[in-house]
């Protein structure tokens, strides 16, 4: 069911989700002899009751725009993983129906323009946030784990013709983690980023280019770094009358301080990664822009 009026709207559905075939399949999966997995055939399906509410308005005439969107979801027969670890670390996991769970998202976006002749100006807030309950079935013991994400990113730019472009901000993601009898450790993690990013041409042929990120990130890996920053610089000039034909020299990671981890928070875990990246190198390339191609 939905209904719409002007620029507010409201919208309910109602669905049953079957479970996989893995999950009702009775055979014990034993390909790994540190976790075997066993499907339950007497699974109901989980029952999804979605309800949102949005509200998007732009003024043509201030360059003024808001939208927001809120959304609830229950479930009902949830299907989670009912799992036993022994001394020796050996998982033994089923799946079964329990109780119920809710997730909570929240849009809120508020954006800016200025207009006048060659001058333009804009600037925004976003945020996003989620809360999301699902249980959590572990040696024999159930709770209620509870996991909460924002988003939030405030953001600026500048241009005079195409003489000059600047644009900034300043976004956080912040994520946190617990149980409802607080059985299992809090999780929190968060990583804040800085950026600027600056485009000048000071004439039709030349441009420069030159973007930074400064990036913040809370209980790394023990070696990884807390914080770190990002540059990268080009410049190119167009050639022949049609200016067809680019020639640009870049710079990336001028700083040498690119880095391949990652890492965020979920229920009772902490996700980590860290991956081989390329640091500071620089390219010299050259293109050429068809103007016609064919009829």
Do not use: C
Request: proline content about 3%; hydrophobic content about 30%; overall charge positive.
């Amino acid at each position: 069911m939905s209904i719409n009026y002007k620029s507010i709207g409201v919208s309910f559905s109602r669905s049953m989700q079957p479970p996989s075939s893995y999950y009702l399949s009775p055979i014990t999966d034993s390909s790994s002899n540190l976790y075997y997995q066993t499907g339950n055939p007497d699974l109901s399906p989980t029952t999804n009751s979605n309800l949102s509410i949005h509200f998007n308005k732009y003024w043509r005439k201030s360059q003024f725009s808001i939208y927001t969107n809120f959304t609830q979801r229950w479930t009902e027969d949830n299907i989670v993983n009912k799992t036993d670890i022994d001394a020796q670390g050996i998982s033994r996991s089923t799946v079964i129906n329990y109780g119920h769970g809710a997730n909570n998202t929240l849009n809120i976006g508020i954006n800016k323009g200025y207009h006048k002749k060659d001058f333009n100006l804009g600037t925004g807030i976003n945020l996003y946030a989620m809360q999301n309950k699902t249980p959590l079935y572990l040696n024999n013991a159930i709770t209620q784990t509870t996991t909460q994400n924002i988003y939030l990113n405030l953001n600026g730019n500048a241009s005079y013709k195409e003489l000059i472009q600047v644009d900034g901000g300043w976004r956080i993601n912040f994520n946190n983690s617990f149980s409802k009898d607080a059985t299992y450790q809090t999780n929190k993690t968060h990583t804040i980023t800085t950026y600027l990013n600056l485009k000048w041409k000071p004439t039709h042929r030349l441009v420069f280019q030159w973007n930074n990120r400064y990036n913040t990130q809370s209980n790394p890996n023990p070696g990884q770094k807390t914080k770190w920053y990002f540059s990268d610089a080009s410049m190119a000039y167009s050639f022949f009358k049609a200016e067809n034909v680019e020639l640009r020299l870049s710079g990336y990671d001028l700083f040498n301080q690119n880095k391949g981890s990652y890492q965020f928070a979920f229920q009772n875990q902490i996700f980590t990664s860290q991956n081989l990246v390329q640091k500071r190198y620089f390219m010299l390339t050259i293109s050429y822009k068809f103007k016609k191609i064919g009829n």
